[in-house]
């Protein structure tokens, strides 16, 4: 299985211990990690699947590609605004949701948004970057768990123990 595991740089300490957690487990039960490398959420992720020398792919803002950005500004709700860092920011989450390909999407996204974001329509500026991943997931029909939610935060604390 493949999963990406993303989120807020802003993520709550005792999100990011849970993140680490799930990583981890996952990384055992040989599941490949998708992430992007940034402080905070994906940072949690990466380093509980190392901590089991588990496999990954992580994605950077110099791997977006024009189709990545592409892909990304169709769902970004205010793309002409973003800078081109921004953009190939973005552009990264392609990849996290998709695969270097573009065609080999995650069986779900585990993450953690301010807002508890679930799909694209429920985005919002509180989202953050994230949300572009979000909805890149939402529109391939993607889970998404938002441990900001109570319910996705109890269920993986269940799926731990």
Not at 23 to 48: I, Y
Not at 64 to 91: D, Q
């Amino acid at each position: 299985m493949i999963y990406s595991g993303v989120g807020s740089r802003k993520t709550p300490r005792e999100i990011l211990e849970i993140m680490f957690f799930i990583a981890e487990r996952m990384a055992v039960r040989g599941h490949l990690l998708r992430s992007g490398g940034a402080p905070g959420a994906d940072s949690a992720f990466e380093s509980g699947c190392d901590s089991a020398s588990g496999a990954k792919e992580i994605f950077y803002a110099r791997h977006a590609t024009p189709e990545s950005m592409e892909l990304a500004g169709s769902l970004h709700p205010a793309w002409h605004r973003c800078g081109i860092y921004a953009r190939k920011l973005h552009g990264r989450n392609s990849f996290q949701i998709l695969g270097a390909d573009l065609q080999s999407p995650s069986s779900g996204v585990i993450c953690w948004t301010p807002d508890g974001c679930l799909c694209h329509e429920s985005r919002s500026i509180r989202t953050g970057g994230t949300g572009t991943a979000i909805s890149i997931a939402s529109s391939h029909g993607i889970p998404v768990w938002n441990l900001a939610r109570p319910d996705h935060l109890a269920k993986w604390r269940e799926w731990l123990n």
